[in-house]
C-alpha cells in the first residue's frame, strides 16, 4: 500500500527544522530564461534571458524594474505557475523540477492580483488555506495571524465588504499560514494607507528578524531603500545590477548642494558660473558634485569670495530612483504609487512584469 504523501505544511517545517545544515542561499536560480511562444500575429516574447541570482538566506531581498522587466514571472515560475523555458531554480534547498511539492511548500506568494473568495470570512480563509497545506489543527495560527495584519475585528466578517487595502493584508495572511521560511511579496502596499502600511512592514520586519527570508517587489523605490538589504533590478528580463543596498547607492557618484544667500546673485558672476553653480531662485544657488573627487571647502569659500553671505546649506544624496533610472532609463514606472500596472506575463505582453 503506497503512503500518503506528507502535508505540505510538515514539508515546509521539516525543509527548516532539519535539513542538514541552513542553506547559504534561500533562492538561488542558475541562467533561468522563458520564452512565450508566438501566438497569433505576436511574435516569441523573451520574458527572463538567462537570470542569475542568489538571495541569501534571511535577507529583506528587493527585486525592482519597470513594468514588463520579468519580475512577475520570475515569481509565477518559483510558484508552478509559469514553466520555464531553461535553467534551473532552488527554493530553500529543493530544486523545483526534482521536488516540485518540497519547493512549493518552502515558499509563501502574495500575488499582485486579489484571489479572494467574497462568500468566505478571513478567518474560513486562513483556515481553509492552511488545509490545503495540511496544517494540523492544533497548529493553525489563524486568529494569530489576523491579529498581526490587523484584521482580527473583521475575522467573521465576508471578504466582499472588506476594503482594498483589507484584501491586500489578507493575502499576506494567506500566504503565511504554513509558516514558509521565503516569503514573496508582489507589490504588497498597493492600496495601503500610510499607518497600515507602517503596521504590515512592521510585522514584514518582525517575520525577517525570525529568520523568514523576504522577496519583496515595489514600484515605491523609497520603501525598497529603507527596508531592503539586498537589491537586484531586472530589466527586459536581464539582470542588470545586483548587490547591497548600500553599494547600489555609491555607484552613482553624485551629490548636490543647494546654498541660500544674504543676497540675489544676479547676475550670477562668472567666476562661480564657472565652478558649476547655477541660480535655481532667487538667493539660491545649486551646485551638483561628485563626491568622490570634490572638496566642498574650497567651492564654498569661492562663494564668500565673491561677496555673498550663506545663510543655509542643504544637501540632496543619490537615492535608489535616481539608480533606478540610470540603469533601466525608464521613469513612468518608478517611485510613485501609480507605478504597479496590470499583469503582463503572456504573449501580448513586453516580457512579462
Known amino acids: ?68 522587466a520579468g519580475k512577475s514571472t520570475m515569481i509565477n515560475i518559483l510558484a508552478g505557475l509559469v514553466v520555464k523555458t531553461g535553467g534551473r531554480a532552488r527554493i530553500w534547498t529543493h530544486d523545483i523540477d526534482e521536488e516540485p511539492r518540497q519547493s512549493r511548500a518552502a515558499i509563501g506568494i502574495v500575488p499582485q492580483e486579489l484571489n479572494i473568495d467574497p462568500f468566505f470570512t478571513p478567518f474560513e480563509l486562513l483556515d481553509l488555506q ?24 473583521k475575522a467573521r466578517a465576508y471578504a466582499r465588504t472588506l476594503s482594498g487595502g483589507m484584501r491586500r493584508r489578507l493575502m499576506v495572511a494567506k500566504a503565511m499560514v504554513h509558516s514558509p521560511p521565503i516569503l514573496v511579496l508582489d507589490e504588497p502596499t498597493a492600496g495601503v494607507d500610510v499607518e497600515l502600511r507602517q503596521n504590515l512592514w512592521a510585522y514584514i520586519r518582525e517575520l525577517n528578524r525570525d529568520g523568514t527570508t523576504i522577496l519583496l517587489t515595489t514600484h515605491y523605490l523609497e520603501e525598497a531603500q529603507e527596508l531592503c538589504d539586498r537589491i537586484a533590478i531586472i530589466d527586459h528580463g536581464r539582470l542588470v545590477a545586483h548587490d547591497t543596498t548600500e553599494a547600489l547607492l555609491r555607484r552613482l557618484d553624485a551629490k548636490e548642494i543647494i546654498l541660500t544667500l544674504g543676497t540675489d546673485p544676479e547676475p550670477l558672476p562668472q567666476p562661480l558660473a564657472s565652478l558649476g553653480f547655477e541660480r535655481v531662485a532667487p538667493a539660491k544657488l545649486r551646485l551638483r558634485y561628485q563626491p568622490s573627487s570634490t572638496e566642498l571647502g574650497p567651492l564654498l569659500a569661492a562663494v564668500g569670495a565673491a561677496g555673498y553671505g550663506i545663510l543655509d546649506v542643504s544637501t540632496e544624496e543619490t537615492n535608489l530612483q535616481d539608480i533606478f533610472l540610470q540603469l533601466t532609463g525608464s521613469g513612468a514606472d518608478a517611485g510613485g504609487p501609480n507605478g504597479g500596472g496590470p499583469n503582463s506575463n503572456g504573449p501580448n505582453s513586453n516580457g512579462g512584469r
Do not use: C, W
Not at 45 to 67: C, S
Not at 136 to 151: D, N, S, W, Y
Open 1 to 68: 500500500m503506497t503512503a500518503s504523501p506528507a502535508p505540505l505544511a510538515l514539508i515546509a517545517a521539516d525543509a527548516v527544522t532539519t535539513a542538514p545544515g541552513l542553506p547559504e542561499f534561500a533562492l538561488q536560480l542558475d541562467g533561468l530564461s522563458k520564452t512565450y511562444a508566438p501566438r497569433g500575429r505576436f511574435g516569441a516574447v523573451t520574458a527572463l534571458d538567462h537570470v542569475d541570482l542568489k538571495v541569501p538566506r534571511g535577507a529583506m531581498f528587493g527585486l525592482l524594474g519597470p513594468n514588463g
Open 130 to 153: 492552511a488545509g490545503l497545506y495540511g496544517v494540523p489543527k492544533r497548529q493553525r495560527r489563524t486568529m494569530e495571524i489576523l491579529e498581526a495584519v490587523g484584521l482580527a475585528d
